[in-house]
């Protein structure tokens, strides 16, 4: 058994959930992972694989999986849908370029069996720069309206600078509680 079967099967007490961090490459999964944990987020690099942290917020674990979102990745996100409970789905705000692509990849995510139901929070990151699309027009952009089937919410945020991260977060454990 490999060791992401063997994660996978850890079993999770009463007080915990599972959270999927997911987004294209370089929309800042990784430094809003680190920011959240209070690690040092001036050196970060691609995330090849997947990195796991567990976090606790009031009493209540989460243990988060970030998985890379380089193309060549995409393909094996199904690998880690088991037992989720909820999913981060990381954007770039500054990216219009890609908009269209980050929102083909969320509707393919949302359609899967094993993801049906499960809770969805959009960060919109990096509204500390000049050129970032507001929240409310990525949510059109993304036909995020249009979902039924789960809740939804659209955070703004800077992974940078924390803010709008905690208020996300926040949301989600009240839907996965």
Same mark, same amino acid.
């Given at each position: 058994?490999?060791?992401?079967?063997?994660?996978?099967?850890?079993?999770?007490?009463?007080?915990?959930?599972?959270?999927?961090?997911?987004?294209?490459?370089?929309?800042?999964?990784?430094?809003?992972?680190?920011?959240?944990?209070?690690?040092?987020?001036?050196?970060?690099?691609?995330?090849?694989?997947?990195?796991?942290?567990?976090?606790?917020?009031?009493?209540?674990?989460?243990?988060?999986?970030?998985?890379?979102?380089? *193309?060549?990745?995409?393909?094996?996100?199904?690998?880690?849908? @088991?037992?989720?409970?909820?999913?981060?789905?990381? %954007?770039?705000?500054?990216?219009?370029?890609?908009?269209?692509?980050?929102?083909?990849?969320?509707?393919?995510?949302?359609?899967?069996?094993?993801?049906?139901?499960?809770?969805?929070?959009?960060?919109?990151?990096?509204? @500390?720069? %000049?050129?970032?699309?507001?929240?409310?027009? %990525?949510?059109?952009?993304?036909?995020?309206?249009?979902?039924?089937?789960?809740?939804?919410? %659209?955070?703004?945020?800077?992974? *940078?600078?924390?803010?709008?991260?905690?208020?996300?977060?926040?949301?989600?454990?009240?839907?996965? *509680?």
């Amino acid at each position: 058994m490999g060791l992401l079967a063997l994660l996978r099967k850890l079993k999770k007490s009463k007080g915990e959930a599972r959270i999927l961090v997911l987004g294209l490459d370089n929309a800042g999964k990784t430094t809003i992972l680190k920011k959240l944990s209070e690690e040092d987020i001036t050196t970060i690099t691609p995330t090849q694989g997947f990195n796991i942290k567990s976090l606790v917020h009031e009493g209540f674990k989460l243990n988060v999986w970030d998985i890379g979102g380089q *193309k060549t990745i995409r393909p094996y996100w199904r690998n880690y849908f @088991d037992s989720t409970d909820g999913l981060v789905y990381v %954007i770039d705000s500054s990216d219009r370029k890609r908009l269209e692509e980050t929102g083909d990849e969320m509707a393919r995510l949302l359609e899967e069996d094993k993801m049906q139901g499960v809770p969805l929070l959009v960060l919109a990151n990096k509204q @500390d720069l %000049i050129n970032a699309l507001p929240a409310n027009e %990525i949510a059109e952009g993304l036909n995020l309206f249009s979902i039924r089937d789960r809740p939804w919410q %659209i955070q703004p945020c800077s992974a *940078k600078s924390g803010s709008g991260l905690r208020e996300g977060m926040e949301w989600l454990v009240k839907q996965v *509680k």
